[in-house]
């Protein structure tokens, strides 16, 4: 009979690594540690290597959860989960990944519980079964008998048909048959090793790895180990490697948390962002960035472009996004006549932002839309007071739907707060929409309410965001991107000294030329500018000064196609960085000037960007035709013009 070493072997193991001659290299490729990033996720990347063949375990806590189980690229092997508190539990419910019909859950797993985190109990085999069930859409494990537990330990030691090992999601029943949503934290996946390592490795077998995990707010540290996975007795057990990476999630970007004034934000791979925190309008809460594989840029994007060197491609490529909090939208069964049928979560907590539902008979409801599913353990609602009188909910129903037809109640509510009511989901129900069904009020049947307020697993507040690709800031900022000589090789560079910084114009569909000053000593680009989209590393023509429209010819008719156009501006003469004045004029073809766009405003980056509406100094829109537009870049005596024609179209 094979023996399985359990994750709580392991745990022993890890204590006593370090009296063991190990024979497995744990390399993690990235992130780097000590950071500071906005990003919620993190991908670890690494590489294990070993002397023997055979098969590893890589493990690592995942301080949020995971954000998709059923996108793991490799098997899975061990997962460690959270309930919350002790629960008394009669069944757990596994989702498998159905592949061509074929289900890729697990076949064997050993299960093993504790009301803490130390005294987990000896691990119990169960043989799952392949069979969905269609109250549950899932494979149901009946326990033995009651289980108390807070935190489980699952090993999927053989899967079905088809593998890897794959799963959507681990759910749990009590004992009144209500599922249990449980925090995923910890993660294992089973690799096998290879020959045929990369040149620089030590060892003749190797297994690479990718895991993306969940961040909670603050500070974050990661514990990855790997170790082989032994196939004998207890006695066996592979040795362990480990390595640790720290990091910080900053979850908004509030101007209070600023060091001096200055976010300095990164992914711990190859991009970097200074940027003050005035630099942006304060409803702008997040600015994330990820790693985009060069592989997926559309070659036809860049190939004509002719200040991209023909047979190059892209070295590093990078998604930014700026968030700004928006709404979910809600509907209602009931409002007044001067009070449309609907209320936004808007994170406003005092009225006006009220749903006001009266002279209707009870029940009414309001369902609020979440924008996909969440996993929420906590619910808030504001209600509206005025002077002793509250217009608030007294008895409720809350109920949940992922189609917004079929809805399961979660919770009864039988007494309300004059004003604020936090509510405990115990089940941590995940779905898209939530429902307060009110049956009776404070007020007869006067309802006022001014804010639902949701929370997730780990208590942070589950907000809207609204995504803006690109983003004109009020003062410049700092990128840095890094690149591997493995990146050049790959991209087919030519002159490592001639990379730039290209940003992706999404009105334009095309790569416009930025700069930067490149150090090849740490082999990072540096840049200066006024905007942040999504940006590129590539091997560039040489060019001293570059300048583009976003759309030429553009329409500034109010239909929300190409009513404004960009222009971008980039000196490259690093020398005059923070004494260039630029001056951006609009003239018609008889000479007369029709608008100023920017005044000697100092250039104080390589790169800035403008934009115009189609309107005169005056605020009329110009008419349709051919216009002249004139820059000047002044620094001290000298002067460099650039004239070009802007068309304004129908």
């Known amino acids: 009979m094979r023996f399985y070493p359990s994750l709580v072997s392991v745990i022993f193991i890890l204590l006593s690594a370090g009296e063991l001659v190990a024979r497995t290299n744990l390399s993690i490729i990235s992130p780097t540690t000590d950071f500071t990033t906005n990003n919620p996720t993190v991908r670890i990347e690494g590489i294990v290597e070993s002397s023997v063949p055979g098969e590893v375990i890589v493990s690592t806590n995942t301080p949020g959860g995971i954000p998709d189980l059923a996108q793991l690229t490799h098997s899975t092997y061990g997962i460690v989960v959270d309930l919350g508190s002790v629960r008394e539990l009669k069944g757990m419910l596994i989702r498998p990944v159905v592949d061509r019909g074929f289900p890729r859950g697990p076949r064997l797993t050993r299960i093993t519980f504790a009301e803490d985190k130390s005294n987990f109990s000896e691990g119990q085999s169960f043989n799952i079964p392949s069979s969905i069930d269609p109250n549950f859409r899932s494979t149901v494990v009946h326990f033995l008998s009651v289980i108390s537990a807070q935190f489980i330990q699952i090993e999927m030691l053989e899967g079905w048909q088809i593998e890897p090992i794959a799963i959507e999601s681990i759910q749990f029943l009590d004992t009144n048959d209500r599922v249990i949503q449980a925090q995923i934290q910890s993660i294992a996946i089973r690799l096998p090793l290879t020959a045929g390592c990369p040149p620089n490795r030590t060892e003749p077998y190797c297994a690479a790895f990718s895991i993306e995990v969940m961040l909670e707010p603050g500070d974050n540290r990661l514990s990855v180990t790997a170790r082989e996975l032994a196939p004998l007795d207890s006695t066996s057990l592979g040795p362990v490697d480990r390595e640790t990476i720290s990091l910080f999630y900053l979850l908004e970007l509030q101007p209070e948390v600023a060091d001096g004034g200055v976010f300095t934000l990164s992914d711990g791979d190859r991009a970097t962002i200074v940027i003050l925190s005035d630099a942006f309008d304060e409803r702008i809460k997040k600015l994330q960035f990820f790693s985009i594989p060069p592989e997926a840029v559309d070659p036809s994007s860049y190939w004509g472009n002719s200040r991209i060197v023909k047979g190059t491609a892209p070295v590093v490529v990078y998604r930014f996004e700026a968030l700004r909090q928006g709404m979910f939208a809600a509907e209602a069964t009931s409002a007044l006549p001067d009070q449309p049928a609907a209320f936004a979560a808007d994170g406003i907590l005092e009225a006006p932002s009220t749903w006001v539902a009266g002279l209707a008979p009870l029940p009414v409801s309001l369902t609020i839309d979440l924008n996909g599913q969440r996993t929420v353990s906590g619910v808030v609602v504001h209600a509206n007071v005025e002077g002793e009188r509250s217009f608030g909910p007294q008895r409720a129903t809350l109920l949940i739907s992922n189609d917004n037809e079929n809805f399961t109640s979660v919770l009864e ?13 115990p089940t941590r129900p995940s779905a898209r929409y ?38 004109i800031l009020e003062r410049p900022a700092l990128l840095e991107l890094g690149y591997h000589p493995s990146d ?12 730039k910084v290209f940003a992706w114009d999404g009105l334009a569909q095309e790569w416009q030329w930025v700069g930067g000053e490149i150090d090849l000593n740490r082999q990072v680009v540096r840049l200066e500018l006024n905007f942040i989209s999504q940006v590129a590393l590539f091997q560039a023509v040489p060019s001293q000064i570059q300048t583009a429209w976003s759309f030429n010819p553009f329409s500034p008719d109010g239909n929300g196609i190409a009513d404004r156009t960009r222009l971008t501006i980039v000196n490259t003469n690093a020398s005059y960085i923070g004494e260039t004045e630029p001056i951006v004029e609009i003239f018609d ?16 980056s390589n790169a800035m960007s403008v934009e115009w509406d189609g309107r005169d100094e005056t605020g009329e829109i110009v008419s349709i035709g051919p ?18 024609v802007i068309v304004v179209g129908k």
């Open 589 to 604: 073809l008889h000479n007369k000037l029709i608008r100023t766009l920017v005044n000697r405003t100092t250039m104080s």
């Open 627 to 644: 216009y002249i537009y004139q820059i000047q870049l002044k620094s001290g005596d000298q002067v460099e013009v650039r004239n070009g």
């Open 413 to 425: 509510v039988t007494a309300f707060e004059d004003r604020v009511t936090p509510i405990e989901l």
């Open 434 to 471: 939530f429902r307060l069904e009110i049956t009776e009020s404070k007020q007869a049947n006067n309802i006022q309410l001014n804010e639902v307020e949701f929370f997730d697993g780990l208590g942070a507040q589950i907000v809207s965001f609204d995504a803006f690709d690109h983003l």
């Open 488 to 499: 050049l090789i790959v991209a087919n560079i030519r002159r490592e000294a001639d990379l």
